[in-house]
Nanobody
């Protein structure tokens, strides 16, 4: 019923930049919070950045000042601008959205399939 499709990952040198995008489609009445998570090999999935429908944002300490999350509500899209990338940012990045379907009073969390980000020289 709902699909989240991420794009924009790839290989970048330390100090470089990437911009991730995530588009939600399907049976969507409204999207509440949207966020980006990442999971490195052998580690737990962690929150990188999140944003509410009202535009409030929060970031992991490790990315503050380097990453910026934004969203286009008209396009059901969330972005993650990543600057000054470090090797420790290497991970699979996942998009998550809390979506309310038509006729429902509660939201459901959906995940994208993930996009690989590799920071290496």
């Amino acid at each position: 019923q709902v699909q989240l499709v991420e794009s924009g990952g790839g290989l970048v040198q330390p100090g470089g930049s990437l911009r991730l995008s995530c588009v939600a489609s399907g049976s969507i009445f409204s999207i509440n919070s949207m966020g980006w998570y990442r999971q490195a090999p052998g580690k737990q999935r962690e929150l990188v950045a999140g944003t509410t429908s009202g535009g409030r944002t929060n970031y992991a300490d490790s990315v503050k000042g380097r990453f910026t999350i934004s969203r286009d509500n008209a396009k059901n899209t969330v972005y993650l601008q990543m600057n000054s990338l470090k090797p420790e940012d290497t991970a699979v990045y996942y998009c998550k959205a809390d979506i309310t379907h038509y006729g429902s009073y509660f939201s459901i969390g959906y995940w994208g399939q993930g996009t690989q980000v590799t920071v290496s020289s």
